[in-house]
């Protein structure tokens, strides 16, 4: 194709289409496109698991209790921080996501700036799991991994990282839990979930405005029916925020792809990512629309899990907050100026390239990322 | 549009709709003959081997990006050989597709529209088979309840009262299912109309190349401009209050539709004495609040409850009293990171 390719004889036809396609043309395309999925079939079919294998970073588990597991990733430096860093990722996806490949991996490039590096795993939640609240993850499974961790080092206070809804769950603990907690750095995380009202954008937030589209009765009986809402169905949420783009991916895009087996292998690898997407517990889900995505009460200091109003002006310890600039799925006006809205002094905002995801697996945010969130908490510890 | 057994409760419906947005690629450029299935599906490659776990649709997406594609190719073949001119060719054949589209949202909106009356008519035979007095109107309403009383009555005591409770919510599934169809052709219409439009911004995209001196040279091309067309007008007819609210009454009727047919699977549980999903949810309800009460005993410092061993070489370290540190300085800056 040549679109960007000035074609000076047809300049002047301004009104016409510039469409310079012979029947001959067509039909040497039509074969070149037909060899090329047949090349791609074949190479398809050769690749090995090794090859297709993601979230390789050497790891143990040390800590499980019912599907959660807490890994402890294998330093690569002799005298790693001292103070470890916990980084939680979302319900809605694995957390593979962060360590895809070793080349693209923000696990490999936080242990190769010298961090000593934590994950919870949520696991896959399933129907016995319909009933856990978002108090049940914050003031239970992470809290029991932050005691492992400060047991485990000796130490009063470790650095958390969370991401998105992680980011939400960390926001929560840091500030239900403020002396366990070093440093607090949240990445492409909501916060003001009304942030978008004002920033209407064409292709971003759509779940903002589809939640507030909904009514309390609405999610109460989705989620009193649902139980919890199957992988499949958190997927499908996913794939109709970009619907045309998620038909072309799989089209045009592949196709594009099929010859250079560095980029094949990297769609494959996010593919593999998104094929397991876990299901989400009902009642998370239930507050998680109605009181953050509706009622926005995080951020107005009205959230209350278990028995505890989360009060974020509690959060006094210092805050690194990452955002991405092309983020359609929590949009910036959600996340960024932050700004008095925590107890702490100590505030900082970073903006990366690209979307939501490309965060953590983009060239260019790689570069970026791992080293100013180390260089920030170096400054700290 | 979605078969009519489409169901947007949970994966299936996920799925059915998914492919309805693949079908709809094809139709665009008005070929036809190309199903698009469900890339997500398990399935051998080419050579029948099956690939790894997670990625064994993506052989499956390049056969059918195969079978949506090569139409395409074979359409535009053909209105070339009519038309040797290609921008005539292309637009003769963006025109009927535009005229197809602007057909069918026309219809689906009229479909969204009339749906209500024809729900009042159809499931007539069921309320007859159900309830056959309510066929011969008010004037027969204490005959009907007399005879619900003396027979349903003598039903229950024959152990007969789940088939009548079935019955009842079978016809509630039937309106759930009319009230599901409108909804869907309500939300079609619309996503249709947004497909339109961005036929529509193709040609706009196209002519304004056209005037930068610019030209497409491949379909493929075509197919990639279009694509980005109808992104933007998907997104942003999908933001508009209609699309949401359209959106909204699909998931309440799919959710109606779900609770009859639990509605149903209890009746039927509770005849032969199975465990209904309101038992095994108390039961898990249950098991939840015991684990809670578990963790604040553990936490308020009663009798310590020993996790299971953790795996491998990594056994947890004997608990250690936390040291306890005086805390860094508290720094008074803000600040933006140098990236």
């Given at each position: ?18 469409i ?16 090329k ?7 398809l ?7 297709l294998?993601?979230?390789?970073a050497p790891k143990e ?11 402890h ?14 980084v939680t ?5 694995r957390y593979?996501?962060?360590?895809l ?8 490039k936080?242990l190769a ?6 994950m919870?795993?949520w ?9 856990l609240?978002i ?12 005691d492992?961790?400060?047991?485990r ?16 769950f960390?926001?929560?603990y840091a500030?239900l ?5 070093k ?5 492409v ?6 942030g ?6 064409a ?11 909904l ?11 649902l ?8 997927g499908?949420?996913f794939?109709?925020m970009?619907p045309?783009?998620?038909v072309?991916?799989y089209?045009?895009e592949?196709v594009?792809?099929l ?7 990297n ?10 997407r ?10 998680w629309f ?12 009205e959230?209350?899990?278990?028995d ?5 002006d ?23 100026g932050l ?5 702490t ?11 939501h ?5 983009g060239?260019?945010a790689?570069k ?5 969130i ?5 400054e700290?510890n | ?9 949970g ?5 059915a ?12 450029f008005?070929?036809?003959?190309a199903?698009a299935?469900?890339?997500?599906a398990?399935t051998?490659?080419?050579d ?18 195969r079978?949506l ?9 053909q209105?070339?050989l ?10 003769t ?10 057909s ?18 159809l ?9 056959p ?6 004037a027969?309403?204490?005959l009907?309840l007399?005879?619900?009383r003396?027979?349903g009555g ?23 299912a ?9 939300y079609?219409?619309l996503a ?10 193709t040609?706009?995209?196209?002519r304004?190349?056209?005037q ?43 959710m ?6 639990q ?13 209904t ?25 009663g ?7 953790a ?10 009293r936390?040291?306890?540190r005086?805390p860094?300085?508290?720094?008074k ?7």
């Amino acid at each position: 194709m040549s679109e960007k390719t000035p074609s000076t004889p047809q300049g002047k036809t301004a009104a016409t289409l510039p469409i310079r396609i012979t029947p001959e043309s067509l039909l040497r395309e039509l074969q070149q496109f037909n060899d090329k999925l047949t090349r791609g079939s074949k190479r398809l079919a050769a690749l090995s698991e090794e090859q297709l294998a993601i979230a390789t970073a050497p790891k143990e588990e040390v800590w499980r209790e019912d599907m959660v597991r807490l890994y402890h990733y294998q330093p690569v430096v002799d005298k790693p921080a001292r103070v470890p860093i916990l980084v939680t990722y979302a319900l809605v996806g694995r957390y593979q996501m962060i360590d895809l490949e070793a080349d693209r991996s923000f696990i490999r490039k936080l242990l190769a700036e010298g961090l000593d590096v934590y994950m919870v795993d949520w696991g896959l939640p399933g129907r016995a799991q319909r009933f856990l609240t978002i108090d049940d993850y914050v003031s239970g499974y992470l809290d029991d991994c932050v005691d492992y961790i400060r047991e485990r080092h000796g130490l009063k206070q470790i650095n958390m990282l969370g991401i998105c809804q992680g980011g939400v769950f960390t926001t929560c603990y840091a500030a239900l839990f403020p002396d366990k907690v070093k440093n607090l750095v949240l990445t492409v995380t909501p916060i003001d979930f009304h942030g978008d009202k004002d920033h209407l954008e064409a292709g971003s937030g759509y779940m903002n405005l589809w939640a507030r589209s909904l009514t309390h009765e609405d999610v109460d009986t989705m989620v009193d029916t649902l139980g919890a809402a199957p992988g499949a169905m958190v997927g499908f949420s996913f794939l109709m925020m970009n619907p045309v783009g998620n038909v072309t991916k799989y089209t045009t895009e592949l196709v594009e792809i099929l010859d250079d087996e560095a980029k094949l292998l990297n769609f494959l690898h996010m593919e593999r990512w998104i094929a397991d997407r876990p299901g989400h517990p009902g009642e998370v889900m239930r507050q998680w629309f109605k009181d953050l995505y509706q009622d926005n009460k995080l951020v107005r200091g009205e959230l209350v899990l278990g028995d505890r109003r989360v009060q974020l002006d509690r959060i006094t310890m210092p805050v690194l907050n990452v955002f991405a600039d092309g983020d359609v799925i929590i949009p910036t006006s959600c996340s960024r100026g932050l700004e008095g809205t925590f107890g702490t002094d100590d505030y900082s905002e970073l903006a990366v390239p690209g979307g939501h995801i490309g965060t953590f697996v983009g060239g260019k945010a790689q570069k970026i990322l791992a080293p100013s969130i180390a260089k920030w908490l170096k400054e700290r510890n | 549009m979605p078969s009519e057994d489409t169901d947007l409760d949970g994966v299936g419906g996920s799925d059915a709709l998914y492919a309805w947005w693949l079908d709809l690629i094809p139709a665009l450029f008005g070929a036809s003959g190309a199903k698009a299935r469900d890339p997500k599906a398990q399935t051998e490659g080419n050579d029948g081997s099956r690939s790894p776990p997670g990625v064994a649709h993506v052989p499956q997406a390049l056969e059918m990006t195969r079978q949506l594609i090569t139409p395409l190719y074979q359409g535009f073949l053909q209105a070339l050989l009519a038309n040797p001119q290609p921008e005539r060719a292309f637009g003769t054949l963006l025109e009927q597709t535009l005229s197809h589209l602007r057909s069918a949202s026309r219809s689906l909106a009229d479909m969204a529209t009339t749906m209500p009356s024809q729900q009042g008519a159809l499931p007539i035979g069921w309320n007859f088979l159900a309830d056959p007095v309510s066929a011969f109107g008010e004037a027969m309403k204490p005959l009907s309840l007399n005879l619900e009383r003396a027979y349903g009555g003598l039903a229950d005591a024959f152990g007969l009262a789940p088939s009548r409770e079935l019955q009842l919510a079978g016809r509630e599934m039937l309106q759930c299912a009319f009230a599901k169809r409108q909804a869907q052709a309500e939300y079609l219409g619309l996503a249709v109309g947004a497909l339109a439009k961005g036929a529509e911004g193709t040609l706009a995209r196209l002519r304004e190349m056209g005037q930068r001196g610019e030209s497409v040279d491949s379909l493929l091309a075509l197919v990639r401009l279009w694509a980005r067309s109808t992104d933007e007008a998907v997104h942003a007819a999908m933001q508009t209050p209609e699309a949401l609210e359209a959106s909204a009454k699909l998931l309440r009727v799919a959710m109606r539709s779900r609770k009859q047919q639990q509605r149903m699977v209890a009746i039927a549980s509770e005849a032969l004495n199975v465990p209904t999903r309101a038992e095994v949810d108390a039961a898990y309800r249950e098991i939840q609040d015991l684990k809670r009460e578990l963790r604040r005993i553990r936490k308020s410092g009663g009798p310590r409850v020993r996790e299971p061993a953790a795996t491998g070489s990594a056994a947890p370290v004997a608990a250690k009293r936390p040291r306890t540190r005086t805390p860094a300085a508290k720094r008074k800056n803000s600040s933006k990171v140098a990236a």
